[in-house]
């Protein structure tokens, strides 16, 4: 059982396997009489590069020559080569595929990252914009809390103005209680209407 071990050097969308160098390598190094795909290995290292591994073939452990004068060897050889070519050249397409889907994700990532951080900022000026309000609105209510205390203290001042005329005006009536002021009121009403049916207003004399 040998092992074939090529390194694929992956660098940016550049990518390219040269079938010469790999011919050469097939040739020169060992002989495939079959390659099993599912043992395949992708590995990738910090430098992005690419190691496909376990490329087994049956037999046993010594590397035999390649019989370049035996025509049906060479046909199989050939036939293997161009398969071996043929899946390289499908994995590395399907490399390509996977950094084109990885690019565009990262790419639709950044955008949802960046509306997020718009739709953040957004909730954050209309916070600060409510707490603005909110302490505009508390210093509102404590001006008209004051006004409120001022009025009360203006209305306990009238009622106690009040309270006073009351008495005042009580003690007046009970000083004139003698005096009947509903005949005064009707003898006063009386002589201003003559005043005012003779042209003559005693206020404007």
């Not at 795909?37 to 390649?66: A, C, F, R």
């Not at 955008?111 to 609105?137: A, F, S, Y």
């Not at 003698?178 to 404007?204: F, H, M, N, V, W």
């Amino acid at each position: 059982m040998t092992s074939l071990l090529l390194r694929v050097l992956w660098s940016g969308d550049n990518t390219e396997i040269k079938p010469d160098l790999l011919q050469k390598c097939i040739r020169g190094e060992t002989l495939l009489k079959k390659i099993d795909i599912s043992s395949l290995d992708i590995l990738k290292g910090n430098n992005t590069s690419y190691i496909i591994t376990n490329m087994q073939q049956p037999g046993n452990h010594t590397e035999p020559h390649v019989h370049q004068d035996d025509p049906t060897k060479r046909e199989d050889q050939d036939k293997l080569d161009e398969k071996l070519l043929e899946q390289i050249n499908l994995l590395q397409s399907s490399l390509n595929l996977i950094k084109r889907k990885i690019g565009s994700n990262l790419a639709e990532s950044s955008e949802r990252q960046e509306e997020q951080q718009r739709e953040i900022d957004r909730l954050d000026t209309l916070l600060k914009d409510g707490m603005r309000k909110n302490h505009m609105l508390t210093h509102r209510i404590a001006d008209l809390e004051g006004n409120m205390s001022d009025v009360k203290c203006e209305a306990y001042g009238a009622h106690a103005k009040i309270s006073g005329h009351e008495k005042v005006f009580e003690k007046l009536i009970a000083f004139f209680k003698d005096i009947d002021l509903e005949t005064e009121y009707d003898s006063y009403e009386s002589a201003s209407q003559k005043a005012a049916s003779a042209g003559s207003c005693p206020r404007c004399d």
